[in-house]
């Protein structure tokens, strides 16, 4: 089994910070490209950040320059930094990976999903 873990949601106060961490955990062969999703109720979830095995990064226009997407693959993990935060960010963000499992096919997985709220 094959599971992501994230944590670092919450409230903040416009123009804020907050850094997400996701962590894969399981039967782990080889993590490929990592992501970060955002979703508000009643619109598509969006491709907010996301960062290849070798370190490429890509971003919503939304979200560039003020947040960062990074990973550590010794420890199967990708962080989301989050600055200057706007209302507008306000979602539930789910992270998402491309993972082979040992002895396994690459299969897409998700992460339960945190909530960020941007409020003052």
């Known amino acids: 089994q094959v599971q992501l873990v994230e944590s670092g949601g919450g409230l903040v106060q416009p123009g804020g910070s907050l850094r997400l961490s996701c962590a894969a955990v399981g039967s782990i062969f080889s993590i490929y490209n990592m992501n970060w999703y955002r979703q508000v109720p009643g619109k598509q979830r969006e491709l907010v950040a996301a960062?290849?095995?070798?370190?490429?990064?890509n971003y919503a226009d939304s979200v560039k320059g003020r947040f960062t997407i990074s990973r550590d693959n010794a420890k199967n993990t990708v962080f989301l930094q989050m600055n200057s935060l706007k209302p507008d960010d306000t979602a539930v963000y789910y992270c998402n990976a491309d993972i082979r499992r040992i002895l396994s096919a690459t299969r897409n997985y998700w992460g339960q999903g945190t909530q960020v709220t941007v409020s003052s």
């Open positions: 960062i290849t095995s070798d370190g490429s990064t």
